[in-house]
């Protein structure tokens, strides 16, 4: 064949454009052709195509005679001849070409020109991937947590506390001491009462922070009791009046009472005052973290 011949065609797609070149070389494989893509289309919303690109479509003088009438010299074609000629092989992004499959010989799937050295990628899928190392199973990490003693736990907690008083800029002391396996800390002074919180928030965070210290140190830590400005103290006080109060409404009233959600060690609190009064009992009910106390009044036969 002598001269190269050309096609410049509009198409939604390089796919779709290879097809129409194809269809009008009378060429049943696109090994011989090569795309440029002179223009992107341009797509829309949910990625539809809103304007055509456009492709150059280039034959190979190498390449094998078409079946067809063949034209004088180069051979263009006009945008719109171009659309036409893709509507007639179908006009669809994905559409098959002759031969089958929608792939053509310089483009990839994406409709944009392979890197020179394509055949390479076909090579090397042919390719038997190399065989994985066969997987060491790692292993098991050793608990290196030490026994401490109480003594030592108390030490450790005292230190900390005592560090936390100085990072608030607080004045106050860190009493510790141990009674029956229970390691008792307590914090005193004016100005520790910030570590309170609401509703002794703060202090049970410090509480869990002092846990998990232990914890990661020991295998088996002991029980840690906390008290910070005397909170729990004026917080058992303040609940027993509560609980008296609550009685007397449900024995001039009757029926039940239930009271906010609280930890074990308040809800005892309540138990017991309610239990040494008389014509009322209390239950708890609810899971926890949300457990609450309900005061009703004894039933009578």
């Known amino acids: 064949m002598s001269g190269t011949e050309w096609l410049e065609l509009e198409a939604p797609s390089a796919e779709t454009a290879m097809a129409a070149a194809m269809e009008h070389l ?20 949910l990625g539809r195509v809103s304007e055509k690109g456009l492709y150059r479509v280039t034959q190979r003088t190498d390449g094998p005679r078409r079946r067809g009438k063949r034209g004088n010299g180069s051979v ?10 893709g509507q007639k092989t179908g006009g669809t992004e994905g559409s098959q070409r002759p031969g089958g499959g929608t ?25 038997k991937r190399p065989e994985r190392p066969p997987r060491q199973d790692r292993p098991k990490e050793e608990d290196d947590r030490s ?23 607080l004045d106050g002391e860190v009493e510790m001491r141990i009674d029956d396996g229970v ?15 609401t509703k002794g928030a703060t202090m049970q965070a410090t509480l869990e922070l002092c846990r998990t210290i232990i914890q990661r140190r020991v295998q088996a830590g002991a029980k840690i009791r906390l008290d910070i400005a005397g909170y729990n103290e004026r ?3 303040a609940l027993r009046i509560y609980a008296g109060r609550l009685a007397s409404k449900v024995l001039e009233d009757g029926g039940e009472v239930m009271l906010e959600p609280m ?16 014509g009322v009992r209390s239950y708890s009910e609810g899971e926890e973290p949300r457990r609450s106390v309900v005061v009703a009044k004894e039933e009578t036969e």
């Not at 009378?26 to 919303?45: A, T, Y």
């Not at 483009?107 to 042919?126: A, H, I, L, V």
């Not at 005592?162 to 800029?169: I, R, T």
């Open 183 to 197: 390691i008792y800390a307590d914090v005193v002074g004016e100005q520790t009462e910030a570590l309170v919180g």
């Open 235 to 237: 917080r058992r006080e």
């Open 263 to 278: 930890n074990s060690a308040e809800r005892k609190v309540v138990h017991d005052a309610i239990g040494e009064i008389e």
């Open 26 to 45: 009378g060429l049943d494989s696109s090994e011989n052709l090569d795309i440029e893509v002179m223009k992107e289309p341009v797509r829309g919303f």
């Open 103 to 127: 792939g053509a010989g310089n483009f990839g799937g994406d409709g944009r020109p392979k890197q020179s050295g394509g055949g390479r990628g076909r090579e090397q899928r042919g390719q």
């Open 76 to 85: 263009g074609r006009s945008a719109a001849e171009g659309a036409a000629a």
């Open 147 to 169: 026994d401490m003693t109480i003594e030592d736990q108390a030490k450790e907690i005292g230190r900390f506390l005592e560090g936390l008083l100085a990072a608030f800029g």
